[in-house]
C-alpha cells in the first residue's frame, strides 16, 4: 500500500491592503508585490528624462515651421540676441514679428509671453540662426517637464497613501505623458516651448508648494512664487495653477489635530497669489490695460475668430447656441485624441470643425460626459483620491483654453491639451494601478506597456511631417481638407515652389495644383485676402492676366494697409497690358491697364517704357518721348530704353536729341543694335 503524500503548502496569495487613506477607497499590491525597480528614484527619474528625449530625438534635424517665424526666424528682438531682450521684455509678444503698431493685437486681448522669446534670443545669441540649438532646447525641457512631473507626483501622492501606491501611479502617469502622441505639436514645433515653460514652472511651483507645507519653510514658499511667476510669463493658462495648487495640498495633505489645515495651506500659497498679481499688473501695464478690460472692438476676422458665419454677404458673430454647441464639440473632441491619438493634424480651423447646434447628437453625448466627469469629480471629492484629483486638474486646465473663458483664436488645438493631458494621464495611471492590486500587478503592467508602445509608436512617426512646413502642410491637408487655412498654406507653398521652377511645363502643373487648394480655401473663407494673393500669382505665372487682375483686385479691397496687393496688382497691370499691346493688338486695353498700373507703382521703369510704346505705336510721339524719358529717369542705365527714346525723338524730327541718346545707348551696350536687329546709320 503506497504512502499518502502529504499536501503540498500553497504560497500565501499577495493580500490587498487598504492604502493608507482609510476613505480613498484605493487598494495595492502588499510592498514585496512591487518590483525593486520601481522603488529606486532616481534611476526612475533618469529613465523617463532619456526615454521622453528618445522619443523626440528624430525632431533635432528638423528646421522651423509654422509660427516659429513669429517667434525666431522673423522676430526682430529675437534676432538681435541679447541685445533684442529688453525690446521682448517690453512689448507685445507679436510686435517683435509685425513691426508695426496694432498689429499685434489681432489676437483678443493681446499675448505678453516673454519668457521662451528671451530663452530663444539666448539660443540665438549663443548657437546662431540654425534650428538645430532650438529644437535641442525644446526637446530637453519636455525630458525635463516629465520628469518633474514624476518627482511632484510622488511627492503629492506619498503621504497620503504610502510608497508603493505613490511610487506605481507617479511613474505612470509620467510614463503616460511623455509617450502622449498629441504632445508631438508642442514639441516637435519649437514655438511649442511656451506651453512646455508654462508646465514645467506650474509643476514647479506645486512642487515647492508641497516642500512649504510639509516642512514648514517660507523658503519653499518663496520658491513656489519665484517659479509661478516664471511660469506666467511663459504663458497665460498657468493661471489655472491657482486652483490647482491649493485643490492640491487639500486633496492630499492632512494636519494633526487641532493644526488649522486652511490656515497652512493659505500660507503656503499666498506668494503664488502675489506672484499672479505681479504679473497681471505687469502685463497690463505692457499691452495697455483699456485694451484688456473691455476694450476693443469685437475681431471680424475668422482666421483669428473662427466663431463667425456669413449672412448676407458679410461676417457676423454665432448666436450663443451656436457657438456654445461648436465648444461642447470640441470638448468631445479632446476626449477622443487623448484617448485615440488618431489623426492628428495642427489645423482645427474654420470649416475644419464645423458650426454645430445642439440637435448634434455630438454636441449631447460631451454635454453628458462632461457633466458626468464633473458630478462624480465633485459627488466624492471627500474621498480625495488622485481620480477625482485627475478629472478636476484636467476640466480647470483646459478651461482657459476652451473657448468658454476668453477666445483663443481657433476653435481647438492639440497644443492646448498638453497641460490638461496631465490631468488625463493621473485618471489612466490610477485606473491601472487599481486594477494592479493583488495578483494583478503584472498583467496590469502589461496593458500600461501596450498603451505606452502604441503611444511612442505613433509619436516617432507623427514627428517626421514637422521636418518642414511643406511636409506639414501637405500631411495634415488630408486630415484638415476643410480647413481654408492649411488649403490656403498648401496652395502658397506650392505658388513659391512655381516661381523657382524653371520648366515651363512643371511650373505650369505646380500653379494648377495651387489654385485647386486655392480655390477651396477661398471658397470656405470669401474673404481670405492671402488666398486671394496666391492664386493671382499662380495666374500671372500661368499668363491670364485678367485672372491674375482681379485676384489682386480682391485682395486690394481686402488688404487695409497691407502694400502686397497693390504691388501685385501693379505688376500684373503691367504685364497685362504688355500681353495685350504685343500678343492682342489691343491698344486700348494696353493703355487702360498700363495707365492704371503706373497709378498704382509710379517707380517702375518698365510700366514707363511701355507706355512710351503703345503711344509711339499710335503716333503721339510727344507723350512717347515723355515716358521714356521717365524710363531713362528711373533706370538711367538700361541701354534699350534709350535706344527707344531716340527712336521716339527721330519719328519726331529731332535729330540731336535722338543721336544724343543713341550715343548713350551704345556706351552702355556697344551691342545693342546687333541685339535689336538694327544697323547703326
Known amino acids: 500500500m503506497s504512502k499518502q503524500r502529504k499536501p503540498v503548502p500553497k504560497a500565501p496569495a499577495a493580500k490587498a491592503v487598504r492604502a493608507t487613506a482609510p476613505d480613498s477607497g484605493i487598494f495595492m499590491p502588499e510592498p514585496a508585490a512591487l518590483p525593486a525597480f520601481f522603488k529606486n528614484t532616481l534611476l526612475q527619474s533618469a529613465l523617463i528624462f532619456g526615454f521622453?528625449?528618445?522619443?523626440?530625438?528624430?525632431?533635432?534635424?528638423?528646421?522651423?515651421?509654422?509660427?516659429?517665424?513669429i517667434v525666431i526666424t522673423s522676430n526682430m528682438f529675437t534676432e538681435k540676441g541679447v541685445d533684442g531682450i529688453p525690446g521682448i521684455l517690453s512689448n507685445d509678444t507679436f510686435y517683435g514679428y509685425f513691426k508695426e503698431r496694432g498689429k499685434e493685437n489681432l489676437v483678443s486681448g493681446g499675448r505678453y509671453r516673454p519668457l521662451t522669446l528671451v530663452l530663444f534670443a539666448l539660443v540665438h545669441q549663443l548657437f546662431g540662426p540654425g534650428s538645430f540649438a532650438f529644437h535641442l532646447l525644446t526637446v530637453l525641457l519636455f525630458a525635463a517637464t516629465c520628469t518633474l512631473l514624476y518627482r511632484t507626483l510622488l511627492l503629492l501622492f506619498r503621504p497620503r497613501f504610502g510608497?508603493?501606491?505613490?511610487?506605481?501611479?507617479?511613474?505612470?502617469?509620467?510614463?503616460?505623458?511623455?509617450?502622449?502622441?498629441?504632445?508631438?505639436?508642442?514639441?516637435a514645433n519649437i514655438k511649442g516651448c511656451d506651453e512646455i515653460v508654462t508646465l514645467l514652472g506650474s509643476l514647479g511651483a506645486l512642487y515647492f508648494a508641497l516642500k512649504a507645507f510639509d516642512s514648514r519653510s517660507a523658503v519653499w514658499s518663496a520658491a513656489a512664487g519665484v517659479s509661478f511667476f516664471l511660469a506666467c510669463l511663459a504663458k497665460e493658462n498657468a493661471v489655472t495653477f491657482l486652483g490647482i495648487i491649493p485643490l492640491a495640498l487639500w486633496f492630499f495633505r492632512?494636519?494633526?489635530?487641532?493644526?488649522?489645515?486652511?490656515?497652512?495651506?493659505?500660507k503656503v500659497f499666498l506668494p503664488v497669489v502675489a506672484a499672479f498679481l505681479a504679473f497681471y499688473v505687469l502685463r497690463g501695464d505692457i499691452l495697455q490695460w483699456p485694451k484688456?478690460?473691455?476694450?476693443?472692438?469685437?475681431?471680424?476676422?475668422?482666421?483669428?475668430?473662427?466663431?463667425?458665419?456669413?449672412e448676407g454677404n458679410q461676417w457676423v458673430p454665432f448666436t450663443a447656441s451656436e457657438?456654445?454647441?461648436?465648444?461642447?464639440?470640441?470638448?468631445?473632441?479632446?476626449?477622443?485624441?487623448?484617448?485615440?491619438?488618431h489623426p492628428l493634424t495642427?489645423?482645427?480651423?474654420?470649416?475644419?470643425?464645423?458650426?454645430?447646434?445642439?440637435?448634434?447628437?455630438a454636441v449631447w453625448l460631451?454635454?453628458?460626459?462632461?457633466?458626468?466627469?464633473?458630478?462624480?469629480?465633485?459627488?466624492?471629492?471627500?474621498?480625495r483620491d488622485p481620480v477625482r484629483f485627475g478629472i478636476l486638474f484636467y476640466l480647470m486646465t483646459l478651461s482657459i483654453v476652451s473657448n468658454f473663458v476668453f477666445p483663443v483664436g481657433t476653435f481647438m488645438g492639440e497644443r492646448f491639451a498638453f497641460m490638461p493631458s496631465v490631468g488625463f494621464c493621473i485618471v489612466l495611471g490610477a485606473w491601472l494601478v487599481r486594477f494592479s492590486s493583488g495578483r494583478n500587478l503584472n498583467l496590469a503592467l502589461g496593458v500600461m506597456g501596450g498603451i505606452v508602445l502604441l503611444y511612442s509608436l505613433k509619436t516617432i512617426?507623427?514627428?517626421?511631417?514637422?521636418?518642414?512646413?511643406?511636409?506639414?502642410?501637405?500631411?495634415?491637408?488630408?486630415?484638415?481638407?476643410?480647413?481654408?487655412?492649411?488649403?490656403?498654406?498648401?496652395?502658397?507653398?506650392?505658388?513659391?515652389?512655381?516661381?523657382?521652377?524653371?520648366?515651363?511645363?512643371?511650373?505650369?502643373?505646380?500653379?494648377?495644383?495651387?489654385?485647386?487648394h486655392l480655390n477651396k480655401a477661398i471658397e470656405m473663407h470669401p474673404n481670405y485676402k492671402d488666398a486671394y494673393l496666391s492664386r493671382g500669382g499662380c495666374n500671372y505665372l500661368l499668363k491670364n492676366f485678367d485672372a491674375a487682375i482681379a485676384d489682386y483686385r480682391q485682395a486690394l479691397r481686402l488688404a487695409e494697409n497691407d502694400k502686397k496687393p497693390g504691388l501685385g496688382l501693379a505688376i500684373a497691370l503691367r504685364d497685362g497690358g504688355k500681353y495685350y499691346g504685343e500678343q492682342k493688338a489691343d491698344l486700348g486695353t494696353a493703355m487702360k491697364y498700363l495707365t492704371e498700373s503706373w497709378s498704382l507703382n509710379a517707380q517702375d521703369p518698365e510700366t514707363a517704357r511701355l507706355l512710351g510704346v503703345a503711344n509711339g505705336v499710335q503716333g503721339r510721339h510727344a507723350e512717347a518721348i515723355t515716358w521714356f524719358s521717365r524710363a531713362v529717369e528711373l533706370a538711367p542705365g538700361n541701354a534699350a530704353t534709350l535706344l527707344d527714346l531716340s527712336m521716339a525723338y527721330r519719328a519726331s524730327g529731332n535729330a540731336g536729341k535722338s543721336d544724343e541718346a543713341m550715343r548713350k545707348a551704345l556706351e552702355i551696350n556697344p551691342k545693342i543694335l546687333e541685339e535689336r536687329g538694327m544697323k547703326q546709320q
Open 346 to 361: 495642427h489645423d482645427y480651423y474654420p470649416r475644419q470643425i464645423e458650426m454645430m447646434a445642439f440637435g448634434s447628437p
Open 52 to 69: 521622453a528625449f528618445l522619443l523626440y530625438a528624430n525632431t533635432l534635424s528638423h528646421g522651423f515651421t509654422l509660427d516659429d517665424s
Open 163 to 187: 510608497d508603493n501606491y505613490a511610487l506605481l501611479l507617479s511613474w505612470m502617469a509620467a510614463v503616460l505623458f511623455a509617450a502622449h502622441p498629441i504632445h508631438t505639436e508642442v514639441v
Open 254 to 266: 492632512d494636519t494633526a489635530p487641532g493644526d488649522n489645515r486652511a490656515a497652512r495651506i493659505l
Open 366 to 383: 460631451s454635454l453628458l460626459l462632461y457633466g458626468g466627469m464633473l458630478v462624480y469629480a465633485l459627488s466624492g471629492i471627500r474621498r
Open 292 to 310: 484688456i478690460i473691455g476694450g476693443g472692438k469685437p475681431i471680424m476676422e475668422i482666421m483669428n475668430n473662427p466663431f463667425l458665419k456669413i
Open 461 to 516: 512617426t507623427r514627428n517626421p511631417v514637422w521636418q518642414s512646413n511643406e511636409k506639414l502642410f501637405f500631411a495634415d491637408v488630408e486630415t484638415s481638407g476643410r480647413s481654408a487655412k492649411i488649403r490656403n498654406a498648401c496652395g502658397g507653398v506650392l505658388f513659391d515652389k512655381a516661381t523657382k521652377e524653371t520648366d515651363p511645363a512643371q511650373r505650369e502643373k505646380i500653379c494648377r495644383d495651387a489654385i485647386a
Open 323 to 341: 457657438k456654445f454647441a461648436t465648444i461642447f464639440y470640441t470638448l468631445l473632441k479632446y476626449v477622443q485624441l487623448l484617448f485615440v491619438p
